[in-house]
């Protein structure tokens, strides 16, 4: 693992794609930082994200297709460590002893020594209807290659 003392670190443009899981859109890194459930397909395989630093505690993550920008959103969060955590995307549905439900998203950031970016992802999500408990939890991890400028 690199050692991450400030954002300006993950500086950098990268592949789209996993070295892992080719081809997958919802591995792509786009999806992965989105923290969406629905999949953005706007052509992922030729695409490249493109990281800024923005001050202390936020990301600024850009969708490149040939050089040129596409779309762009602010990832926040906060260094831990020697990882960039983003915030929590919490989604809670409260009915009081009859239905509820909760659901987590959320992601870290971190280089190793090459300056490969790797993500983990944690999704988990549960509830109740009446009585009757359920719910999920999945940790993945995705590694991106920096592109050379």
Do not use: C
């Not at 993950?10 to 629905?38: A, C, R, V």
């Not at 040939?66 to 602010?74: A, D, M, T």
């Not at 929590?88 to 090459?114: A, E």
Request: aromatic share 12%; glycine share 6%.
């Amino acid at each position: 693992m690199h050692e991450i003392s400030e954002l300006q670190l993950f500086d950098g443009t990268y592949e789209n794609l996993t070295s892992d899981h080719e081809g997958s859109e919802f591995s792509s890194l786009w999806n992965q930082l989105i923290l969406k459930n629905e999949i953005d397909t706007l052509d992922f395989k030729n695409a490249k994200i493109r990281l800024k630093a923005i001050g202390r505690s936020q990301i600024k993550a850009t969708w490149l297709d040939r050089g040129l920008e596409k779309k762009s959103i602010v990832l926040k969060g906060k260094l831990k460590g020697n990882y960039f955590v983003s915030q929590h995307k919490r989604t809670i549905i409260p009915i009081p002893l009859i239905y509820g439900m909760i659901q987590n998203n959320q992601f870290q950031l971190w280089l190793d020594q090459d300056s490969q970016l790797h993500v983990d992802r944690l999704q988990n999500r549960w509830g109740w209807i009446f009585v009757f408990l359920a719910g999920t939890d999945n940790t993945s991890n995705y590694k991106y290659i920096k592109v050379k400028e």
